[in-house]
């Protein structure tokens, strides 16, 4: 079963685009990384839906962008979201990058 994902409020659909910004400036498309920026290895929990391809501009928590999850498959994605932060955080305390 394909997973399908679309804005929880305006039912936009990712195209695929790199349309989320993440805070050090590395543009990608987030539903690649399950909300993981590859570049600083930030995790946004919560997703924008961007306004220029045609969103709505509101923010949703990332899991509820994905339809049709399964138990199984909604616990590993919250699994990834959370052991990913804690990582995140800890290695941004060690390494504060240079601004
Ligand atoms: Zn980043
Ligand atoms: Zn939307």
């Known amino acids: 079963m394909k997973l399908e994902i679309a804005c929880p409020k305006c039912e936009w659909k990712p195209d695929g685009g790199a349309h989320w910004v993440c805070t050090c ?3 990608w498309n987030t539903f690649e990384t399950t ?3 590859p570049n600083c290895g930030k995790v946004w929990k919560d997703t924008a839906c961007p ?3 045609g969103g709505c ?3 949703s928590k990332h899991i509820n962008w994905y339809r049709n999850l399964d138990d199984t498959m909604r616990d590993e994605i ?4 959370n052991e990913e932060s ?3 955080k800890l ?3 060690k390494n504060t990058p240079n601004t």
């Open 91 to 93: 290695s941004t305390d």
């Open 25 to 27: 400036g590395h543009v």
């Open 51 to 53: 306004t220029i391809p």
């Open 35 to 37: 909300g993981k920026c």
């Open 78 to 81: 919250e699994e990834i979201l």
């Open 57 to 59: 501009g509101a923010w």
């Open 86 to 88: 804690t990582k995140a």
